[in-house]
């Protein structure tokens, strides 16, 4: 039986934050097709953060109401209305509409609101849910969670998204018999192995079986006896509230997780006051860079060295998250001085990769592939260091407190809003990031 309920906790994590993940991923061809092209992503950063107001509205039932929210009806709720996104997402993706004379699209912005209204609701109500189980359960539910990012990295992989290939096409400038004829080279995107449509089934699919699993979960007999194995080692059980959603427990009660992982010595550490101050500056500036700064021009500093560039970056990046998230399950180091020095590593490979996205459409070593490796590797290790030091946050607040925690999810929002709200207008309003076409741009040598 203890198998049987790892499983279906692991399948219910999958759909935390499936939908989103999968959206970045596919970024590389969706871009190619909307016309929003490359300030697509800045458009998606500022829709995802106004998707928080859902774990703003249940985070004040509970304070308003405390005990009237039925949270099992949220989470159906919220499920459904994943797979049901999904759905005419793969339906409706690509239309558009007039909007201030210029095309627009609308109905892939309001659909992805509604697919990260799902995302960023299950933050406060799916670990509460899995609190009613053992520590050991939980556990196995952020499992799942990072595999809501590492399996559309994959799939994005297997799809071949967007890449493309400079072909010659020629413009008659007078009377065709004359044989006076332009030829210019223009980028034509071959098609994936599978589409779009398809893999936006695909997370609806994803999504189907998280909302089944916790189908299942609900109905489990509460009085069966838990197996005492573990199939995942207790001492890493801790570690769960740290991965990227760490003020999901604020509905939690420390007392009966106390209970639930036989801790019995003092849940509070010490720190000073200064090291606190230093611990949310990592917090706010880690998620700023990695939810709102650097995603809003990824475009920018991977589309001028191809698709294939920007199409490895997204899909390597989306899985170095929840590798590094696991690899900080096992060993874990909260040193404040390594944790000060793996962030300012992060943050140099993020520099190169703003630099590159300011240098467009002609960054350095374009048309090289060395330059195309050196971006991907940037992306791949700016995500996992950063998110490296996201985990160890998270674990250090936890340890403190609860009240700690809560401040750090708070401190995780306020990050992400700041570094979505900075980008928007530098990107959409100024254009101070310019596009082109990989094969028709002329750079200086």
């Known amino acids: 039986m203890a198998l049987i309920v790892h499983i279906l906790a692991c399948a219910f994590g999958l759909g935390s934050w499936v939908a989103v993940n999968g959206l970045w991923v ?20 500022v829709i995802i953060q106004l998707a928080n107001l859902g774990p703003l509205l249940i985070t004040l039932t509970h304070k308003l109401y405390p005990g009237r929210l039925k949270e099992h009806i949220v989470i159906y709720i919220i499920l459904s209305i994943g ?7 793969a339906c409706f993706w690509d239309r558009t ?43 196995t539910y952020y499992i799942g969670e990072g595999l809501s990012g590492f399996i559309p990295g994959v799939v994005a992989l297997a799809q071949g998204v967007g890449i493309a290939k400079c072909v010659n096409s020629s413009d008659a400038t007078g009377n065709h018999t004359d044989g006076n ?3 210019t080279l223009h980028t034509v995107y071959l098609p994936p192995n599978f589409s779009t449509e398809v893999f936006f089934i695909l997370l609806a ?25 573990n199939l995942v080692p207790d001492s890493v059980a801790s570690v769960g509230s740290g991965l990227d959603n760490w003020g999901a427990e604020k509905g939690g009660d420390v007392k009966s997780y106390r209970e ?6 003092p849940l509070l550490v010490k720190h000073s006051v200064y090291q606190l101050i230093f611990i949310y500056f ?30 490895l970056s997204a899909a390597l990046a989306s899985v170095a998250n929840p590798v590094a998230c696991t690899i900080a399950m096992y060993f874990q180091n909260k040193s404040l001085v390594f944790l000060g020095v793996l962030t300012a590593v992060g943050t140099g490979f993020g520099s190169y990769n703003m630099a590159m996205a300011a240098m467009s459409p002609c960054p350095l070593l374009r048309g090289s592939a060395l330059g195309e490796t050196i971006i991907v590797l940037s992306w791949l290790f700016f995500t996992g260091t950063l998110s490296y030091v996201k985990v160890m946050a998270g674990v ?31 990107v959409n309003i100024y254009s101070l990031f310019k596009s082109g076409d990989f094969c028709s741009t002329e750079c200086p040598l």
């Open 205 to 229: 699919a994803m999504m189907c079986v998280s909302l089944a699993a916790f189908f299942a979960l609900r109905r489990l007999p509460r009085t069966f006896e838990l197996s005492n194995e």
């Open 396 to 426: 250090i607040m936890r340890d403190r407190s609860h009240s700690a925690l809560v401040w750090c999810g708070a401190a995780t929002q306020m990050g992400s809003l700041v570094g979505s709200i900075i980008m928007f207008p530098l």
């Open 97 to 139: 509409t007039f909007v201030a004379g210029a095309p627009r699209s609308t109905a892939f912005f309001i659909i992805t609101f509604f697919l990260s209204l799902v995302d960023c609701t299950s933050s406060v109500t799916f670990l509460p849910f899995m609190m009613q189980l053992p520590a050991k359960y939980i556990t």
């Open 83 to 89: 797979v049901l996104s999904c759905i005419l997402l």
């Open 282 to 311: 990592l917090v706010v500036w880690v998620n700023s860079a990695t939810n709102g700064l650097l995603p809003s021009v990824q475009t920018y500093s991977c589309m001028p060295y191809g698709n294939l560039a920007y199409h």
């Open 260 to 265: 639930r992982t036989n801790q019995t010595g």
């Open 181 to 183: 004829l332009t030829w």
């Open 26 to 45: 596919e970024l590389p061809l969706i871009v190619n097709a909307l016309p929003e092209a490359w300030e697509l992503p800045s458009y998606l950063t």
